[in-house]
DNA sequence: TGCTCATGATACATTAATGTATCAGATGAT
DNA sequence: ATCATCTGATACATTAATGTATCATGAGCA
């Protein structure tokens, strides 16, 4: 009956993205285990949150990477990593949100690198035409990080379906709530 | 040199939004004060989370009521609200996010009270055509206060013009990240 | 059957945060 | 000048969370 590392870290990470104040004896109820076993196989709690945050980096890297591998143009790259982080939009929020993370220069330095990476990618997609040129990159970035964990959230609440999370978040943020317009050229969707 | 308790709590609320895990010290250095301060005004540390929790209430209840009053179309109030939610976007996710307000029933009613509201607002907006049916209301107040929260985030930290947070909120959520298509009818804006 | 490994139970020490009390000093009002 | 009020400084008790150690039990494997 020995727990994966890899199953204690993703529910310590579901744990602490839905509840940030969560105590390690939180987390380990969460994972099905004690305490102790968390101890045992992380350290201290500062090596648990470590240790999620480069999990964390892997997972995005992983899911930027191979929802952008062949798209047709970079908005529906953009778009395609966007459907694609929302299984992972709680790594993103643990990146970005929780304080502890910021204090280890290594992670920091990576998350910077990553926001700089869809930076370029959300400069290509302005360029055709696909996002409005006076919305700021950090706005679009900020808003992306919003939207994924939300329907993340959601999707775990049961608010929503689990297979509609990525579509519903690609669709806000690139139409809006609004019902999709007719097209100008080919047929309707 | 006597602190008001409104400001005492307007900076508790941004600290505590910011990082939940705060302590009542760091909360209280975020007030300018110390610890002992939020004491002698507050009384416990779920005494201070519990007033927050009835003061962000009665701030979203009124940037709603204000921002709703005279608009021409569902859509348009819902967009109204959504604009004067930034600025207490941070009493929205108080509201919503932090596990420890849940555990007041009085809190919890009234934040289910203001959902209910918000969600029959939404129907409203989708049967004059504002919102796409499909769009599942628990997602649009989702969306909403992820969106909302993001802005008012984004601002404090000097990532886009406090003025402009508002309207890049509205416009992403009705109109997504598109440049502004031209409208069939009328001038182009 | 016996051994290894992992976890739970339990206990305890340490650290951190919280809650309370008292005294000194500053400010504002009279 | 004096008094009232509020806050900071300081101290201390309490509570909660964390970190470490030991023993018992169960599962899996040879």
Redesign the interface.
């Known amino acids: 009956m020995s727990s994966e590392r890899g199953e204690l870290l993703d529910a310590a990470l579901r744990a602490l993205s ?4 969560a105590t390690l004896s939180d987390v380990a109820a969460a994972a099905g285990v004690r305490r102790v076993t968390l101890h045992r196989h992380f350290g201290s709690r500062d090596d648990l949150l470590r240790e999620l945050a480069l999990r964390s980096l892997a997972s995005m890297d992983a899911a930027c990477e191979a929802a952008a591998g062949n798209a047709a143009s970079y908005t529906a790259a953009l778009r395609a990593i966007v459907e694609a982080l929302v299984p992972v939009g709680d790594r993103f929020h643990f990146l970005w949100k929780l ?2 993370v910021w204090e280890d220069p290594q992670v920091a330095a990576r998350v910077a690198e990553q926001n700089r990476e869809l930076s370029v990618l959300v400069d290509h997609a302005k360029q055709e ?5 006076d ?2 990159n ?3 970035l ?2 992306v ?3 994924v ?3 993340l ?2 999707a775990r609440e049961g ?2 379906a689990v297979n ?1 999370a990525g579509r ?1 978040a690609g ?11 007719k097209r100008r050229r080919g047929k309707s969707h």
């Open positions: 839905a509840d940030p104040t304080s502890a035409g696909g996002i409005a040129a919305v700021p950090a706005w679009v900020a808003a990080e919003a939207v964990f939300a329907a959230s959601a608010n929503i509609d519903l669709r806000t943020l690139f139409d809006g709530f609004r019902p999709a317009p």
